[in-house]
């Protein structure tokens, strides 16, 4: 059997994020798990997950590590690895993580696999599935080095939950004495001005329809950006954009200024989970619908019936004027 460890790090606040508690879900589903945590102050974690059955609790805590950034959390993972004496480490693809835990498994001699959607037992060997060629084809891979680092992304099994307790931690030390980062701080906008909430239950997706000239043969992109931004900050909804969207910066025309290529969503953008998602002014061919795969319920707002929404792409859609259900959308959530 292999020896299977799971890594997280530990939030400002002592607890674990949802992509953790996936990770472990999947850990546990392969066997006897021993847990290591990275944090300030990693106890209310490990109490938090106490239930879970682990073997053991390993932690490295400490004022350094409170903060992400490379030296540290190398170092960390590094350490974790060689007490737990791993042969499968499993940890969420969160930025932390993605930026240290490859040069981990530089350090020991291992692999690491990224972006991983899921990973369970075939033929009695850990087999990891991920999608390549932007989403459209899913792949079945296994190693056979050892440690295999495998970092699984967010949202694609069900977390874990279960039962609170007291966990016995084990701390590891690690000497950061040589550390020459230091971390003086976080600089992020207010809450209300974040358009990308991956946690979002609505994914807002816009098309380049809203800088078009409308029925009144004029260009309402202003009006476009305030009536986005209004149902964004009243319905707590992540903000996605069409390719055609985003790439209006560059040709010259009207645009919103909310928009960026972070928010593209599609064959050549990201590929978001939420449960509900509503497309508005887009044709809803296959870039579109290859980033919206993983969305749960699809509704979208077009003024042509024959879009490609209409056949067969959305399980709702509205005939109507984006323009016009945005106004009643935002009078009602006002």
Known sequence: MER????????????????????????LALGEVTVGLVGGSVQGAADQIAGCGAMRFLAVEGEA??????????????????????????????SRWARALPGVACRLGGRVDTHAASIATMNEVPAVTRWFYRQRMEGVLTRSQRPWIVLLEPGCVTAWTGTSGVANVERVAVDVSTTRTTVIG??????????????????????????????????????????ILGFLHAAKASLG?????????????????????????????????????????????????????????????????????????ADVLYVSDAFAVMRELNRLLA
């Open 4 to 27: 299977i460890l799971f890594l997280a790090h530990v939030e400002p606040d002592g607890s674990l994020v949802k992509a953790a508690l996936e990770a472990l879900a999947s850990a």
């Open 65 to 94: 590590f409170a903060q992400g950034r490379y030296a540290t959390d190398a170092a960390a993972g590094e350490a974790l690895c060689r007490a737990a004496g791993a042969e499968l480490v499993i940890a969420p693809s969160t």
């Open 186 to 227: 976080m600089q992020a906008p207010p809450a209300d001005e974040q358009t990308i909430r991956p946690d979002a239950k609505l994914l807002f997706v816009a098309g380049a329809g809203w800088t078009k000239k409308q029925a009144d043969g004029a260009v309402h992109a202003q009006e476009a950006e305030k009536l």
């Open 241 to 313: 954009g069409s390719k055609s969207l985003v790439d209006l910066s560059g040709e010259g025309e009207a645009v919103l200024k909310c928009m960026t290529h972070l928010n593209q969503v599609g064959q050549t953008g990201s590929t978001p989970r939420h449960p509900k998602g509503l497309s508005t002014c887009c044709h809803g061919e296959e870039p579109h619908v290859v980033g919206w795969r993983f969305i749960g319920e699809r509704r979208a707002i077009n003024l042509d019936a024959n879009c490609g929404w209409a056949r067969g792409k």
